[in-house]
């Protein structure tokens, strides 16, 4: 099993940037394909992006292509969500979540994801 802990939320204004981390403890973190997921009030959870567990492989969604960035650092136990260009509509909960390097499933749907973290605001004033 694998412990994820986000850190980074907080309050920002449209076209600003905030940089959210996950860290990880438990089994070998290298083991994971680690994904980012957002959810607004009164809204389904939505994947924002993947990165699977040598960081050679990313995933984003077309909502946040090209603004956001996805990195882990192996070393670390840690993956990181960049935002740049923050947009009203990015407000959400963000959650981490992990899911075995090799599943075979999608990386966009959060069912295929076992461990999750507890979550962090984000909230983009316009």
């Known amino acids: 099993q694998v412990q994820l802990v986000e850190s980074g939320g907080g309050l920002v204004q449209a076209g600003g940037s905030l940089g959210l981390s996950c860290a990880a403890s438990?089994?070998?973190?290298?083991?994971?394909?680690m994904g980012w997921f957002r959810q607004a009030p009164g809204k389904e959870r939505e994947f924002v992006a993947a990165?699977?567990?040598?960081?050679?492989?990313?995933y984003y969604a077309d909502s946040v292509k090209g603004r956001f960035t996805i990195s882990r650092d192996n070393a670390k136990n840690t993956v990181y969500l960049q935002m740049n260009s923050l947009k009203p509509e990015d407000t959400a909960v963000y959650y981490c979540?992990?899911?075995?390097?090799?599943?075979?499933?999608?990386?966009?749907?959060?069912?295929?994801?076992?461990?999750w973290g507890q979550g962090t605001q984000v909230t983009v004033s316009s």
């Open positions: 979540a992990a899911q075995g390097a090799y599943y075979a499933g999608s990386v966009y749907y959060s069912r295929g994801y076992p461990y």
């Open positions: 438990g089994r070998i973190f290298s083991s994971y394909r």
């Open positions: 990165i699977n567990w040598s960081g050679g492989s990313t």
